[in-house]
């Protein structure tokens, strides 16, 4: 009997453990849903320590990794270790908590410390995230002083090294730069006009795009740089207008007896989107960058939209509403509620497409603050050169 | 019956371990991520102005905008001329807040630049057009410049040549009174009028050198 209950055992036990084993059939559970649009403004950061550095280093990796959606904990806490010193040439190491392994070591010689810093914190974001960081990116922007007079200046995107790259004494605005490419267009009065001007840094090109009578406002380049987006009111209304990169071959897009404003381009060059109004109330609206109807883009909740800037991996549309003061809003780009941000306004995309760069105003005194959109981690750059405005990220 | 002290201990493990199957299971070696979970939806925004009213035909509300738009100027003829921006300081027209509408009130001031600029054939004018410091950059400079081609249209309405007339807009760079409140803000949403003489020096028909 005890042997028959034993063969009994030999016989139940193994089918009692197929029975039970986890089968990948189609009624089991997925495991945790990873779902990858990620919600803006309620993300919560990846959270690292920093151990080793000092000074300007410190300061320099801890502004470039809180924009892009890092918090600062202590080791024991951190899912990465980020560790290093900056006595000498700057070494840095990151360590991967969960995985238990080194996923960075490097170390930086030949440039300035705060240059070194900035390669530092996009190896650290590479190796953690697989993407490219932020941290050796440049702006432009617009330098005003008391007066009204100002100057274009172009920098680090922190606002480190800044320099001028016009000397007019004289009213400027809107610098875009040109993707790709070490050059920008601007506005500039210096020839008693607003007019729109080009200059190439990289080869001293400067040329004059758009002269004409009336005011020549607001220049937007294509993501290809073939071609660039502006306000004029040359025909007697201020209206869209698109030419070649080089101001030839003009093309009227609009003709609204309403101002339009601030035009940006969709990152795969077929549209663009621009601020106007419509029966009176400032809105959104988009064209096909060829011509064709103006569609307008609902802004629910966020009232009085202007400048706009696409994302460049399409997915979002930044903007400014106006409620009383100014708000930073992000909707998604083919539609949807906006998510308002943080007060500010002027808002320029990075090449990540989720840390952009914006203007905020206190005190009536402009300067520029850096985002984060999923996190909604916002770091002041604090004063640059007198009132800074409206930036544009190099991209 | 043996069997079955047998049977009834591993039927209550099976049913034990068929009950704990239910339970998701983390694979082995999947670092949790903490981005991209997805998340509760935003708290509601606070109440707001009402959603623009719906797209429709283009509805022109100023009757002194004509239905075309006048073209510019050609800014080469208006070089080397002398400013004048006494002369007609006094006929500034203001503007209400974000609106390019020129009130009734403002027509005098409108007659009397015309019949100024009426009175010497060969003077020419700059309108400027300026905001006030609260609205956005872009969208400031843009509607400067719809408040300043309003004047030139209701100057041609009134008998002045659109092509002696230049327009600039100023945004909100060039306040009259750099207060923040709305007794600054009214005198700088504004057109001035600068009255342009020939250059004495140049003679008639000498381009600039």
Same mark, same amino acid.
């Given at each position: 009997?005890?042997?028959?209950?034993?063969?009994?055992?030999v016989?139940?036990?193994p %089918?009692?453990?197929f029975?039970?084993?986890?089968?990948?059939g189609?009624?089991e559970?997925?495991?945790?849903?990873?779902?990858?649009?990620?919600?803006?403004?309620?993300?919560?950061p990846?959270?690292?320590?920093?151990?080793g550095?000092?000074?300007?280093?410190?300061?320099v990796?801890?502004?470039?990794l809180?924009?892009q959606g890092f918090?600062?904990?202590?080791?024991d806490?951190?899912?990465y270790q980020?560790s290093?010193?900056?006595?000498?040439?700057?070494?840095? /190491?990151?360590?991967?908590?969960v995985?238990?392994?080194?996923i960075?070591?490097?170390?930086?010689?030949?440039a300035?410390l705060?240059?070194?810093?900035?390669?530092?914190?996009?190896?650290?974001?590479?190796?953690?995230?697989?993407?490219?960081?932020?941290?050796q990116?440049?702006i432009g922007?617009?330098?005003?002083?008391?007066n009204g007079?100002?100057e274009?200046?172009?920098?680090d995107?922190?606002?480190?090294n800044?320099?001028?790259?016009?000397?007019?004494?004289?009213i400027?605005?809107a610098?875009?730069w040109?993707p790709?490419?070490?050059?920008?267009y601007?506005?500039?009065y210096?020839l008693?006009?607003?007019?729109?001007?080009?200059?190439?840094?990289?080869?001293?090109?400067a040329?004059?795009?758009a002269a004409?009578?009336?005011s020549?406002?607001?220049?937007a380049?294509?993501?290809d740089?073939?071609?660039?987006?502006?306000?004029?009111d040359?025909?007697?209304?201020?209206d869209?207008?698109?030419a070649?990169a080089?101001?030839?071959?003009?093309?009227?897009?609009?003709?609204?007896?309403?101002?339009?404003?601030?035009?940006?381009?969709?990152?795969?060059?077929?549209?663009?989107?621009?601020?106007t109004?419509?029966?009176?109330r400032?809105?959104l609206?988009k064209?096909?960058?060829d011509?064709?109807?103006?569609?307008? %883009?609902?802004t629910?909740?966020a009232?009085?939209p202007?400048?706009?800037?696409?994302?460049?991996?399409?997915k979002w549309?930044?903007?400014?509403s106006?409620?009383?003061e100014?708000?930073?809003?992000i909707?998604?780009?083919d539609g949807?509620?906006p998510v308002?941000?943080?007060?500010g306004?002027?808002?320029?995309w990075?090449?990540?497409?989720r840390?952009?760069?914006f203007?905020k105003?206190?005190?009536?005194r402009?300067?520029?603050?850096?985002?984060?959109?999923?996190t909604?981690?916002?770091?002041?750059?604090?004063?640059i050169?007198?009132n800074?405005?409206?930036?544009?990220?190099?991209? | 019956m043996?069997?079955?002290?047998?049977?009834?201990?591993?039927?209550?493990?099976l049913?034990?371990?068929?009950a704990?199957?239910?339970?998701?299971?983390?694979?082995?070696?999947?670092?949790?991520?903490r981005?991209?979970?997805?998340?509760?939806?935003?708290?509601?925004?606070?109440?707001t102005?009402?959603?623009?009213?719906?797209?429709?035909?283009?509805?022109?509300p100023?009757?002194d905008?004509?239905?075309?738009?006048?073209?510019?100027?050609?800014p080469?003829l208006?070089?080397?001329?002398?400013?004048d921006?006494?002369a007609?300081?006094?006929?500034?027209? /203001?503007?209400?807040?974000?609106?390019?509408?020129?009130?009734?009130?403002?027509?005098?001031?409108?007659q009397?630049v015309?019949?100024?600029?009426?009175?010497?054939?060969?003077?020419?004018?700059?309108v400027t057009g300026?905001?006030?410091?609260r609205g956005?950059?872009?969208?400031?400079r843009?509607?400067?410049?719809r408040?300043?081609?309003?004047?030139r249209?209701a100057?041609?309405k009134?008998?002045?040549?659109?092509?002696?007339?230049?327009? %600039?807009s100023y945004?909100?760079?060039?306040?009259?009174?750099?207060g923040?409140?709305?007794?600054?803000w009214?005198?700088?949403r504004?057109?001035?009028?600068?009255?342009?003489h020939?250059?004495?020096?140049?003679?008639?028909?000498?381009?600039?050198?």
């Open positions: 009997m005890k042997k028959t209950n034993l063969q009994l055992a016989i139940l036990l %089918i009692l453990f029975a039970v084993a986890p089968v990948r189609q009624n559970s997925a495991p945790i849903e990873i779902n990858p649009t990620i919600t803006i403004g309620l993300t919560p990846i959270p690292v320590s920093l151990t550095f000092s000074g300007e280093v410190l300061s990796l801890k502004f470039d809180y924009v918090s600062f904990v202590s080791p806490a951190a899912q980020i290093g010193s900056n006595s000498g040439n700057i070494i840095g /190491h990151v360590t991967d908590k995985a238990r392994k080194e960075l070591s490097r170390s930086y010689a030949g300035s705060r240059r070194e810093a900035h390669a530092l914190s996009d190896d650290i974001v590479f190796a953690i995230r697989g993407k490219k960081g932020i941290g990116t440049k922007f617009k330098a005003q002083s008391e007079d100002g274009i200046f172009v920098s995107f922190d606002g480190g800044p320099q001028a790259i016009t000397h007019d004494k004289t400027v605005s610098p875009a040109v790709g490419r070490l050059a920008l601007y506005n500039s210096r008693g006009n607003p007019d729109i001007f080009y200059n190439n840094l990289a080869t001293g090109e040329r004059t795009i004409y009578g009336g020549n406002i607001s220049p380049p294509s993501p740089g073939s071609k660039v987006a502006m306000i004029l040359k025909d007697g209304w201020v869209l207008y698109v070649d080089d101001g030839s071959h003009l093309k009227r897009l609009t003709k609204s007896v309403e101002d339009e404003s601030s035009p940006c381009w969709s990152p795969d060059g077929k549209w663009i989107c621009f601020a109004k419509i029966n009176e400032r809105v609206a064209i096909p960058a011509g064709g109807a103006v569609q307008r %883009i609902p629910p909740g009232p009085n202007t400048e706009p800037d696409w994302s460049p991996d399409g549309i930044a903007f400014t106006q409620m009383g100014f708000d930073i809003c909707m998604p780009a949807g509620t308002i941000l943080v007060p306004q002027d808002p320029s990075s090449p990540n497409s840390t952009l760069i203007t105003l206190t005190n009536w402009y300067s520029l603050s850096v985002l984060d959109v999923f909604k981690q916002v770091k002041d750059i604090g004063r050169s007198g800074d405005s409206q930036p544009s990220w190099a991209k | 043996k069997t079955m002290k047998i049977i009834y201990p591993l039927a209550v493990a049913a034990v371990m068929l704990s199957t239910g339970c998701k299971h983390q694979p082995l070696g999947i670092t949790p991520m981005e991209g979970l997805t998340l509760p939806p935003n708290p509601p925004l606070p109440p102005l009402p959603d623009t009213n719906p797209p429709g035909p283009q509805i022109n100023n009757p905008i004509t239905s075309h738009g006048i073209e510019a100027a050609n080469n208006f070089e080397d001329m002398i400013e921006t006494n007609l300081a006094a006929y500034t027209i /203001h503007f209400p807040y974000d609106s390019a509408a020129i009130r009734d009130s403002e027509k005098a001031n409108l009397s015309a019949s100024e600029l009426a009175a010497d054939p060969a003077t020419k004018l700059l300026n905001c006030d410091e956005t950059e872009e969208y400031n843009a509607l400067g410049e408040r300043a081609l309003v004047a249209e100057l041609a009134l008998g002045l040549d659109p092509m002696r007339v230049r327009t %600039i945004g909100k760079d060039q306040p009259v009174d750099t923040h409140d709305e007794a600054a009214k005198k700088n504004r057109d001035d009028f600068i009255l342009l020939p250059n004495p020096n140049m003679p008639a028909g000498m381009p600039p050198s």
